[in-house]
Nanobody, 123 residues
């Protein structure tokens, strides 16, 4: 049984930083493309970033390029999202997810999801 457990969310002022972590258990971590999505109430879940170990590729939502960095530690079965220069519009519940596709930037590409962690950026 695959489990994804996120951590690292919280309240931060605009311009601040947070690092989210997500640990996968129950499967071979390195086989998956790992992604981060976010969702605010009343809106669809949106893609934030993804990293594929197999093809050495990272993808980002345009509005987070240059501010967010996705990385992974296969030995620790963990994917990270370093978020810098945070803005109030980054406020959302952030979810990590695992996909069997080499390139995965939409939610339907993903097979497994975490429970989410709240990120709140105050102005």
């Amino acid at each position: 049984q695959v489990q994804l457990i996120e951590s690292g969310g919280g309240l931060v002022q605009a311009g601040g930083s947070l690092r989210l972590s997500c640990v996968l258990s129950g499967r071979t971590f390195s086989a998956y493309t790992m992604g981060w999505f976010r969702q605010v109430p009343g809106k669809e879940r949106e893609f934030v970033a993804a990293i594929s170990w197999r093809i050495g590729r990272m993808d980002y939502k345009d509005s987070v390029k240059g501010r967010f960095t996705i990385s992974r530690d296969n030995a620790a079965n963990t994917v990270y999202l370093q978020m810098n220069s945070l803005k109030p519009e980054d406020t959302a519940v952030y979810f990590c997810a695992a996909s069997g596709f080499a390139v995965a930037t939409i939610s339907s590409d993903y097979d497994y999801w975490g429970q989410g962690t709240q990120v709140t950026v105050s102005s």
